[in-house]
């Protein structure tokens, strides 16, 4: 079970680093006004937006531009706590697992609903959105799953490396 956890451990930590960077520099231009970020970041949006045919990102339903607040306020905070715990080896990366594998569980099935029951999602989005809903039955996994005593850690108080007193 150990080897499992460090694995899913290492996923994770890939996944909430790639969100510490995407959620307020990309999602953050769905809520936020486009002119406090940078005109690369503007551009890549829209060359998404039109590659993908993201009709949410576009259009901003106001449930979508919600959900994207929510990310950003509840979200996003729990990723980048969810990255320290990994990189720490805390034993509380259950609780930030399950409160983030919770939360964008819930916004995935709002979102991937309203694509299918629309009818105007592509393949090709969808493949973009399907990913996030995987990603967040592995979070919860991860909350479900206990911790190990010997989990990899980057900081000083890894428990690998520290030898017992007898």
Request: with cysteine.
């Amino acid at each position: 079970m150990g080897g499992f956890v460090k694995l899913l451990d290492l996923l994770l930590f890939i996944y909430y680093l790639f969100m510490a960077i995407v959620a307020p520099l990309f999602d953050g231009q769905t809520a936020l006004p486009k002119h406090i970020f940078h005109p690369v970041l503007v551009d890549l949006k829209s060359w998404y937006t039109q590659e993908c045919g993201d009709y949410l990102v576009s259009e901003k339903p106001h449930f979508f531009v919600g959900l994207i607040w929510l990310e950003l306020l509840f979200a996003w905070p729990i990723c980048l706590l969810s990255l320290y715990a990994i990189a720490a080896g805390k034993s509380w990366i259950k609780t930030t697992s399950l409160l983030y594998g919770v939360s964008t569980l819930t916004s995935m099935v709002a979102i991937l609903s309203e694509m299918k029951n629309s009818e105007r999602a592509s393949d090709k989005l969808l493949m973009v959105y399907c990913p996030f809903l995987g990603f967040a039955v592995l979070a919860i996994l991860r909350g479900l799953l206990p911790h190990s005593s010997k989990s990899v850690s980057i900081g000083k108080g890894s428990a690998i490396g520290r030898k017992k007193s007898a």
